[in-house]
């Protein structure tokens, strides 16, 4: 109680938002210096200030996935490194993808307020650097160990008492293909962490640290305090899920991720357990990560419209057995992180048999447009410029999905604006529109996903991430999933030597073509994919929609045909998957459509049989 | 003899001020809003001056039509046309959620502002370097805007092709073919109104220029033919949104810019007045019969937006960063579900409040004022209208009070309370959620409802100080006087300083210059009068934003890229090794304007200050209805302390405060309250 005095309620209130001020002005400063698109446009960053006792302050998280990572991350680095105690103006760099969550790329830059020569808080800036030095450049899809994946830094000062550390920076830059773009992006989350230090102090030296930490007392209850009621609002249970990956990059096998979820009165665990042992490729997944996806969909519930902060998470439990896909332990390979993703839809789907009136169907399942690498004509540099498609979202009870959105795990994603990738890469966009038919029919109809065609000008490498293009996604309520995500590579068969090109120089990590009656000859259907591309060569990227949420053929059929006329969805496609007959105006055929309607409802949706890969011998 | 007019029209009032240049004196009319036709409005309130129209050397005007077509959603029915396979980019936007609903499970899936149907593409490709790789297909745009317009019924088509901020000729081909074919539909080109890149902002820039373009054009004209019928033939200036003005000519062109142009008056004045009274940190709140704007000024600064949003939709326009809520003197007050509501929905100037007897039924926050005691309902707009107060009393009781189960005074008190929360959580978000603690700040009330609940706020969010300016209720229409004409110009070079050259550099803003002054020159400038900036917008190779460095006449290459690392320094705090690179170079001509000064009150020589009469009103701070000391504002003098519980009555507004505040004269009879020792 005592503490609480050193306080009011409305000084509470002016230091959360300080807090979360500071954090936005970290966030601004970064992007604003940054060099890679994928700080600046795409968001892969996340920012947060944590007390002396690492309590999260506040945040500023460019993407969902990374919430509450940087909480796993500072402990570890405290608790690991031996750089030796902080001083004022040191900034530690943490790449240790069991420590920070993430892979070799996402290094995590501490830095510590001293308020009168003591560490009264830390800010912490974790962003995408360029190259690491892995084996690959752009991604690496099927590392065997952490050791393919980068130099790793286990916690050494980067900046010491404000100067750079001019040794480690040289062999970071010895190490990476992309010095240069490393270097302007590390002085980006430099200039980044000293605003945050700087307004945090500012903050303690106005308000006095008592005042500081009794109201962070404060703001950190509260926000426990109101997640546990919403959890307590939530009916007591036990809810499972499972969902596959395509496979791990290295063997063809589907990977299972299944989550349970347990609510019991004020507080949810979240269970990794029945999931896949650790797997061969780099899709197993650090702790810190597998707790922020946790972390999203638990605040989705909870806490959904308040700056983030330590206390709304404490009623949150998760479990992830050591060693296995969620828990990943040296020396696993981890670099795609893309477990994250589906263990936030997978979540989602078991919460969604908790609180169906509270849920969306699935959310298209992946984020797979390709991102480039290569050495940029415009600059001459290294780069890695990771392009994200849109999804389509699920249906809910009473509305329509969300057409063309980032997947819910990174929702605040940007796409690279056609014009800045037509600007930098010897690339052109051919199509960049909706993927007709994709939203899952229902009552309420899944949002639609997109379409980009990419054409090379010239020689330049490509991969896709994507890990879910052969099992689809789900609805809700007798409500239907839409198409499955699709990477389709196009080879410019006027050049003689196509087809040794792409024999030689494209690999298919996911060949679909056994889900595909249809598919074109000399093309390849597939989910992930890699590989140097010419002039002429096609990337066409198909996302999938959201699930829909009730029986389709309950769906107003005006609501159909209106469909129709704007082209989200075909008049077959509204004859097959909504009962509703269009004469050749697009007006009701009120007859043929009440015959076709007349069928029994569902009123479940069901998971689709497995359609597995055909074996094959191993890639390696 | 030679005036300057400003004209400020909100959703109720149109504010006129007629400045007097050789004297500075300056006098106020207030009238009406006249929705059917604005244009009228304010032709009736420059009559009401018994100005003749060739003694003015300038008009410049500021007005919310444009922001309240978008957000009423009543502009015109628009089109796109875009490439061929790019048709959704406008729905698509960037793919990414609003940072504020991450988290949430929630969404609202509104119908987007030009539905698919409207959106049609067509062949014509240019690349990143503008080089036309297949040409515009003719016959297919002449098909499209057929479609559009004869089918879909559009009036209006935004045309935004890939790449046109660095070729504009497809685009204005485009525009060409439309015009020709169907002169009546309004046309805008993405290249006209943005020179940047990324496709979507741009697309939506250029939509909601489409989609109020010939609701403002036909103001304007309207405007203009009035303008002229009273024999004006000066300089017609629209107030852009981030500051400075533009000719009504180019800003046909060009709504979009002025779209914030309303409350832009205000903090040019606000900013002016921080400086006379020497206030550096002021939050400025306008409010007025339809809404609420506040903006914080901080070191005489008005805060700018990043990227201006409106509906969600982002505009590549600099904007003040002014937070808007629908609430002001016609918000009407209901109940729904048991709750009392008040606003967005406003009851305007037709009907208006019950109590201004102009078919006004549904009760307002003017109601309740007047329920309240604090409107003298026989001194409305100096005795000129004379409201009903039992109308008032009635209405408030038929909506609000017996659905409640509320006194009249419980009720009247209740629709100020509902609208104190909305207005406060609207300041909080410019000034809490930025960090800024509004207990620092002083509060500056204009607007015809400003002074009268400004106080109450500052009251309940414990700012020190509210300023009242003189004349409150037209300050806005007084900033105006004071804005300078302002264009911008800017060519994009993309190069590496030494590629570039520092004659090119040279050359480059010679031309621009050179048309900033002839521009200047045809707006009547003298020499003396017109001040040019220059600026490059510069960059580290390898960066995407630059950072806007200021470019001085003697620059050489080097001094150049000196100061550019200076600059970066002092925002970031580091220096990179990596050569500087040119973007855009700007020049920004300035036409200055004659500013107002600020009349004197006289001294209090002898006698103390009495109150013309005192009435019952409601007390905040007691929470009762008490007597309230009633004075003519024009009765104050420098000196004169004012306690609380007041009203001070002049023409065109009432200032009110409580008992626990108090309130002190300077000598340019600028109102200060505070609360009490």
């Known amino acids: ?620 | 003899m030679s005036y300057r007019l400003a004209v400020d029209i909100g959703g109720t009032f149109v504010d006129a001020v007629l400045f007097d240049v050789s004297s500075g004196a300056w006098k106020l009319e207030k009238s009406f809003t006249t929705p059917t036709n604005a244009a009228a409005g304010v032709n009736a309130a420059i009559k009401r001056l018994g100005i003749d129209g060739s003694a003015l050397d300038s008009f410049i005007h500021g007005t919310t039509l444009g922001l309240n077509t978008v957000l009423e959603h009543k502009g015109v029915v628009t089109g796109i046309i875009t490439n061929a396979g790019f048709e959704d980019v406008f729905e698509m936007g960037r793919y990414n959620r609003d940072r504020a609903q991450m988290y949430s499970l929630e969404y609202d899936v509104r119908p987007p502002l030009v539905p698919k149907r409207m959106r049609l593409g067509v062949p014509g490709r240019l690349n990143a370097q503008g080089e036309e790789l297949q040409p515009l297909d003719e016959d297919a745009v002449r098909e499209a805007a057929r479609t559009l317009v004869e089918k879909w019924k559009v009036t209006s088509i935004a045309v935004c092709y890939l790449h046109a901020y660095r070729n504009p000729k497809h685009e204005q081909r485009t525009a060409g073919i439309i015009r020709k074919e169907w002169p009546d539909v309004s046309v805008s080109i993405s290249s006209e109104i943005v020179r940047e890149y990324r496709e979507y902002e741009r697309t939506s820039t250029t939509v909601i220029n489409a989609y109020i373009q010939p609701i403002f054009r036909r103001y304007i004209g309207r405007l203009e033919g009035g303008l002229k019928d009273q024999r004006f033939a000066g300089s017609f200036y629209i107030t852009r949104s981030g500051g400075g003005a533009l000719l009504a000519h180019d800003a046909i062109a060009m709504p979009v810019h002025t779209i914030f142009s309303g409350p832009a008056g205000g903090l040019i004045g606000a900013v002016r007045l921080s400086e006379i009274v020497n206030r550096p940190n002021i939050i400025a709140v306008d409010i007025g019969g339809t809404s609420t704007d506040a903006c914080v000024v901080r070191e005489g600064t008005p805060t700018l937006r990043y990227q201006a949003e409106l509906e969600k939709l982002p505009l590549m326009i600099p904007a003040y960063n002014i937070s808007t809520i629908g609430a002001g003197g016609g918000s009407i007050a209901r109940v729904e579900g048991g709750l009392l509501k008040v606003g967005p929905q406003s009851a305007g100037a037709e009907p208006g409040p019950i109590c201004y007897r102009r078919g006004g039924t549904q009760p307002t926050f003017t109601d309740a004022a007047v329920v309240l005691g604090y409107i003298d309902p026989d001194n409305f707009l100096g005795g000129e209208v004379k409201l009903d107060e039992e109308g008032a009393r009635a209405g408030l009781m038929t909506h609000v009070g017996e659905p409640l189960k509320l006194s009249d005074i419980e009720a009247g008190r209740g629709v100020l309370d509902v609208l104190l929360a909305r207005t406060v959580s609207a300041i909080r978000e410019i000034t809490v959620e930025e960090g800024l603690d509004p207990r620092e700040f002083s509060m500056l009330a204009y607007g015809g409802a400003g002074p009268m609940f400004v106080p109450l706020v500052a009251r309940e969010m414990g700012v020190r100080e509210v300023i009242v300016p003189q004349a409150p209720a037209g300050f806005s229409a007084w900033g105006m006087l004071m804005t300078d004409l302002v264009q911008e110009y800017s060519e994009t070079a993309v190069g590496l300083l030494e590629h570039v050259g520092l004659e090119r550099l040279r050359e480059i803003t010679k031309r621009l210059s050179a048309q900033a002054a002839a521009d200047l020159e045809r707006g009547g400038f003298a020499p003396k009068d017109r001040a040019f900036e220059y600026a490059a917008a510069l960059r580290y190779f390898g960066q995407e934003h630059t950072l806007e460095t200021p470019l001085e006449e003697n620059d050489t290459l080097e001094s150049l890229a000196k100061r550019f690392d200076a600059v970066h320094k002092q925002r970031y705090g580091h220096t990179m090794t990596d050569p500087v690179q040119l973007v855009h170079v700007r020049v920004r001509g300035i036409g200055r304007t004659p500013r107002p000064a600020l009349k004197k009150i006289p001294r209090r020589e002898k006698g103390t200050l009495v109150p013309r009469t005192r009435r019952k009103a409601f007390c905040f701070a007691r929470r009762a209805m008490v007597d309230f000391s009633v004075y003519d504002r024009e009765t104050l003098r420098d000196g004169d302390a004012v306690p609380g519980p007041a009203i001070v009555e002049e023409p065109t507004t009432t200032l009110v405060y409580f008992s626990d505040q108090q309130a002190r004269v300077d000598e340019y009879g600028h109102l200060f309250i505070t609360v009490k020792a």
């Open chain 1, 1 to 620: 109680m005592s503490a609480r005095k050193a306080t009011d309620p409305a000084t509470a209130e002016v230091i959360r938002h300080y807090l979360s001020s500071a954090a936005t002005e970290m966030e601004r400063t970064l992007v604003r210096t940054a060099y890679s698109t994928i700080i600046y446009e795409i968001n892969d960053f996340g920012l947060s200030i944590f007390d002396r006792n690492l309590n999260l302050l506040a945040d500023a998280t460019g993407l969902p996935l990374f919430l509450g990572a940087n909480e796993y991350a500072i402990r570890q680095v405290l608790k690991n490194s031996q750089c030796g105690p902080l001083e004022p103006g040191d900034v530690v760099h943490m790449n240790v993808p069991y420590w920070s969550g993430a892979h070799t790329n996402d290094g995590v830059l501490v830095a510590p307020v001293f308020v009168d020569n003591a560490i009264a808080a830390y800010t912490v800036v974790r962003a995408h650097w360029t190259d690491m030095g892995g084996k690959d450049p752009g991604y690496i899809l099927d590392s065997t160990t952490v050791h393919q994946e980068g130099i790793m830094i286990p916690g050494e000062k980067i900046v010491r008492r404000g100067e750079p550390n001019e040794e480690l920076l040289r062999i970071i830059r010895a190490n990476s293909r992309a010095p240069a773009t490393v270097m302007g992006d590390f002085n980006a989350e430099v200039a980044c962490l000293r605003v945050g230090v700087k307004r945090v102090n500012e903050l303690y030296q106005k308000y006095g640290t008592e005042t500081v930490e009794a109201s962070i007392e404060r703001i950190l209850s509260a926000g426990e305090e109101k997640a546990r009621a919403a959890v307590r609002a939530m009916p007591n249970g036990e809810w499972e899920a499972e969902d596959w990956m395509d496979n791990d990059g290295v063997n063809d096998d589907l990977v299972r991720v299944h989550v349970r979820i347990v609510i019991e009165d004020d507080e949810m665990t979240v269970d990794y357990s029945g999931s896949s042992q650790k797997v061969d490729g780099p899709i197993n997944l650090g702790l810190g990560m597998a707790r922020s996806a946790a972390r999203i969909c638990f605040k989705s519930l909870t806490t959904p419209n308040e700056p983030s902060n330590g206390g709304q998470f404490r009623p949150l439990n998760i479990v992830a057995p050591e060693g296995s896909l969620f828990n990943a332990v040296y020396p696993s390979p981890v670099f795609t992180i893309w477990a994250g993703v589906s263990a936030v839809e997978t979540i989602y789907k078991a919460l969604a048999k908790a609180v169906p009136e509270r849920m969306w169907a699935g959310t298209g399942g992946d984020l797979g447009d390709p991102g480039f690498y290569g050495k940029e004509p415009y600059t001459g540099r290294q780069v890695w410029h990771q392009t994200n498609a849109g999804v389509g979202w699920g249906a809910r009870i009473d509305r329509d999905g969300i057409n063309t959105t980032q997947h819910v795990s990174m929702c605040t994603v940007k796409n690279i604006p056609v014009e800045v990738v037509e600007s930098r890469l010897p690339v052109m966009v051919d199509r960049a529109r909706f993927r007709q038919d994709s939203g899952g029919p229902g009552r309420f109809r899944g949002g639609l996903g997109s379409v980009r065609d990419y054409r090379f000008l010239a020689p330049f490498g490509a991969l896709t991430i994507l890990k879910k293009s052969r099992t689809p996604g789900w609805g809700l309520k007798g409500g239907k999933p839409g198409p499955l995500n699709l990477s389709i590579l196009i080879p410019n068969t006027e050049r003689p030597d196509w087809k040794e090109h792409f024999e030689r120089d494209i690999i298919s990590y996911a060949d679909n073509s056994y889900l595909y009656d249809d598919k074109p000859e000399n093309v390849i259907y597939c989910g992930m994919f890699r590989g140097e591309f010419g002039p002429g060569d096609v990337i066409s990227y198909l996302a999938d929609g959201g699930g829909g949420y009730g029986d389709p053929f309950d769906r107003d059929v005006e609501r159909v045909r209106n469909d129709v006329i704007d082209g989200y969805v075909s008049r077959t496609a509204a004859e097959r998957d909504y009962g509703v007959v269009l004469t050749d105006d697009l007006e009701v055929d009120i007859e043929a459509t009440r015959k076709k309607r007349d069928v029994p409802r569902a009123t479940e949706s069901y998971d689709p049989p497995l359609r597995k890969p055909p074996p094959k011998p191993k890639r390696k």
